[in-house]
């Protein structure tokens, strides 16, 4: 099994940035592919963005586009995302996911294994 822990995350601003690591141990031949969600209080949670392997694939919810950047470092077994621009809608707990099951990278049911995430707030 992998073990992912994610850091990076805290308070900023409305336009600042903050960019979150997902390191992982274990079976980090589970990592093939690594999405990023997040889950904001009263909603449900939401894909962000995904990598696959070797970072030639991205995928990115609509309403990061632009924005954040998801990014992976294969020697450290380290996952990066970049948030630029941040908006206060963007506040959420943010998890990073892996053991994908194989299918859309866009539902969390597709992923086995996950971080415990890390908070996010972007004041106004």
């Known amino acids: 099994q992998v073990q992912l822990v994610e850091s990076g995350g805290g308070l900023v601003q409305a336009g600042g940035s903050l960019r979150l690591s997902c390191a992982a141990s274990g079976r980090t031949s589970s990592t093939s592919v690594v999405g990023w969600f997040r889950k904001a209080p009263g909603k449900v949670r939401e894909f962000v963005a995904a990598i696959n392997w070797n970072g030639v694939s991205t995928e990115y919810a609509d309403s990061v586009k632009g924005r954040f950047t998801i990014s992976r470092d294969n020697i450290q077994n380290t996952v990066f995302l970049q948030m630029n621009s941040l908006k206060p809608e963007d506040t959420a707990v943010y998890y990073c996911?892996?053991?994908?099951?194989?299918?859309?990278?866009?539902?969390?049911?597709?992923?086995?294994?996950w971080g415990q995430g890390t908070q996010v707030t972007v004041s106004s």
């Open positions: 996911a892996a053991d994908a099951f194989g299918g859309s990278w866009y539902r969390a049911a597709n992923f086995a294994s």
